[in-house]
Nanobody, 123 residues
């Protein structure tokens, strides 16, 4: 499985960006998909998650009401619409896919990560 993010960049506070995460390769059963971010000197944190069917989403308190996660299963692409951006949103954003497979009679769950895309919000 390969994940490729795009859409990051430099934006002024109050602006918007839309991140995309394109997935390729074969999967077994996707148990979770989401966006994470990591600011310099900080631990990677969860931003938003979405179920495989796209019917249920969840957000970190810091982005609720400003960010929207979605996915297009036909295009194998996940999105993160970020509005009302703040300087504290500055980070490298990563998409994540968790895949559950039966391998050699054992269930195994693997995490896949994209390479990350930089989002910088200026004040």
């Amino acid at each position: 499985v390969q994940l490729v993010e795009s859409g990051g960049g430099l934006v002024q506070a109050g602006g918007s960006l839309r991140l995309s995460c394109a997935a390729s390769g074969s999967t077994c059963t996707i148990t979770a998909m989401g966006w994470y971010r990591q600011a310099p000197g900080m631990q990677r944190e969860l931003v938003a998650t979405i179920t495989s069917g796209g019917g249920s989403t969840d957000y970190a308190d810091s982005v609720k009401g400003r960010f929207t996660i979605s996915r297009d299963n036909e295009k194998n692409t996940m999105y993160l619409q970020m509005n009302s951006l703040k300087p504290e949103d500055t980070a490298v954003y990563y998409c994540n896919l968790r895949d559950l497979c039966l391998r050699a009679f054992t269930w195994r769950e693997d995490d896949y990560w994209g390479q990350g895309t930089q989002v910088t919000v200026s004040s």
